[in-house]
């Protein structure tokens, strides 16, 4: 088999060392095309987490202190080395998730271009000289690392997702923690494969896979990390910022999303299908800006279900690693079944599947790409994270009724809207309660942007500048009794 080129670690990385569990015990790693088993990883738990928080808290000081030019230099190695490697971590990373190679190459690109970007930003985090109200006085606002930071991530974008937590904490001079998602842990540690080689000092990025709790209780349980970073499901970030609680823990939180994609009268009806296309199927709707619900306005309802209808068919399903595949598998079965009930609970509300609807016959988790119309608000899939290729199609009448139903969630991450006029998109703008918002386009994530979601969608912002100060402390010293 191969091993990507020397990139797939079957071990733990702790203060600079590749460690196996204490107890010896392993995950399996399944390809979800194949069912295949791809590899086993280390089962750790408390003690090899209690391990990794004192290798970085011990590398921390050498680190947070080491020059600029250093971080940003090591940093730069990355982003090559990333980019040198971008064909095997492509391909490891649709071996273990199944996203088509097309777009696994596009993900390690962006993971690397996060990666430049905060090396750029790092040099731009300038502080303040503040007015004094008296003389003989000087203020200073300065930014300094957060500290030992915790960051947990999730199995729909495994590379990408660390990139955006990995990037600012050693921007800044902070040390890590990291525990990957245990359907997708060898992206985390190639990651950390890659860092070890460009000459990242031991202890400043340490990987540890296995059990969510234990390494999850020790991270947020530790005084030591004062910061924690966490993609996932909003049930699991409600569960981490109680826990982050105890210890008042500086805290970011990618959550849930369910994306209105809403199609005026006025849009351009070939743009607004190519949009939905990849707001809905990318990584086979498994992802947290995917398309929930799609809201067409009357007049270009027919016309748009028409033509999302035929580009949905046209879809070709299959093992991501092969060419010409757009849609892969679901990541697991119960996927597959989420999917399948909410296609039932719609079904037997009165809504009408006009594409798909059934498990693909390449069988495993593969699932035809589905269209339904005639959603209401009472479908689960209103208030529900889909998750999967299913496009649910609800008919309006008026702005202001869609914009009502477009909000009408507890989350609040990203929303689309296709429309010519001006006006009404800074209407928009203004009025839909989301952390992103495209206007005419189906894809918004870029590294120079805040990415981040409000509401039960999250707080705190990956990307940006402000995806660097995330990873900082502002400290404020009055000095006086300098004589100047
Ligand atoms: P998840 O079940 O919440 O898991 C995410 C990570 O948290 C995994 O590493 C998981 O480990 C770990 N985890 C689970 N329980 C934990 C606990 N009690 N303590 C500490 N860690 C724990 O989410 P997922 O299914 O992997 O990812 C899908 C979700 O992520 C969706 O809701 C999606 O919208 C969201 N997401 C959000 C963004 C964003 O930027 N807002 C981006 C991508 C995804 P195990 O794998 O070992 O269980």
């Known amino acids: 088999m191969s091993d990507f080129n020397g990139l797939m670690m079957q071990a733990n990385l702790v203060g600079g060392e590749w460690i196996a569990a204490d107890n010896a015990q392993q995950l399996a790693v399944t390809n979800p095309a194949t069912g295949a088993v791809l590899g086993q990883v280390p089962n750790c738990g408390e003690a090899e987490t209690q391990r990794a928080i004192a290798a970085a808290a011990a590398a921390f000081d050498d680190y947070s202190r080491s020059d600029l030019s250093f971080r940003v230099g090591l ?103 990291v525990k990957p998602a245990s359907a997708t842990p060898y992206s985390g540690l190639a990651w950390g494969k890659l860092c070890q080689d460009v000459g990242f000092p031991a202890g400043v990025v340490n990987i540890v896979t296995g059990s969510a709790r234990a390494i999850g209780g020790a991270i947020m349980q530790s005084s030591e990390v004062r910061k924690v970073t966490f993609t996932g499901s909003t049930e699991v970030g409600k569960t ?9 823990k500086k805290v970011s939180m990618e959550l849930g999303g369910n994306a209105p994609f809403i199609v005026f009268d006025d849009a351009d009806l070939d743009a607004a299908v190519a949009g939905a296309m990849i707001a809905k199927y990318r990584n086979m709707g498994q992802t947290c800006v995917c398309t929930n619900r799609f809201y067409v306005q009357a007049g270009i309802h027919d016309a748009f279900v028409e033509r999302l209808t035929q580009a949905t068919a046209a879809l070709v399903v ?59 608000a009472d479908m689960r899939f209103a208030s529900e994270e889909i998750f999967g290729p299913l496009a649910a199609v609800f008919k309006f009448d008026s702005e202001e009724d869609v914009i009502e139903a477009a909000n009408a969630t507890r989350f609040g991450l990203a929303a689309y809207a296709y429309t010519r006029d001006l006006g009404r998109s800074f209407r928009l703008n203004a009025r839909l309660d989301y952390g992103l918002i495209g206007i005419n386009t189906g894809m918004v994530a870029t590294v120079e942007a805040p990415f981040g979601g409000v509401k039960e969608s999250g707080m705190g912002k990956e990307g940006g500048s402000q995806g660097l100060e995330d990873y900082m402390v502002g400290k404020y010293t009055c000095l006086e009794g300098l004589g100047a």
């Open 75 to 177: 940093l730069h190695d990355l982003h090559d080395a990333l980019m040198d490697n971008q064909e095997p971590l492509a391909q490891l990373l649709t071996a273990e998730q199944g996203k088509p190679l097309f777009e696994a190459r596009g993900e390690i690109a962006i993971g690397a271009a996060y990666v430049r970007w905060f090396a750029e930003e790092i040099r731009r985090t300038k502080g303040e000289i503040v007015p004094a109200p008296v003389s003989g006085r000087r203020l200073l606002v300065t930014h300094h690392p957060v500290g030992v930071v915790g960051a947990i991530t999730p199995w729909n974008f495994p590379s990408s997702m660390l990139a955006r937590k990995l990037g600012p904490a050693l921007a800044a001079g902070c040390t890590l923690i």
């Open 240 to 248: 981490l910022l109680r826990q982050a609680a105890d210890t008042v």
């Open 318 to 376: 299959g093992n991501g690693a092969e060419d010409g595949v757009q849609q892969g598998p679901l990541i697991d079965i119960e996927a597959v079944e989420k999917v399948e009930a909410l296609i039932a609970d719609a079904r037997a509300k009165g809504g009408q599947v006009v594409q798909g609807g059934n498990r693909h016959a390449n069988a495993g988790t593969f699932f035809e790409p589905t269209v339904i119309t005639g959603a209401t």
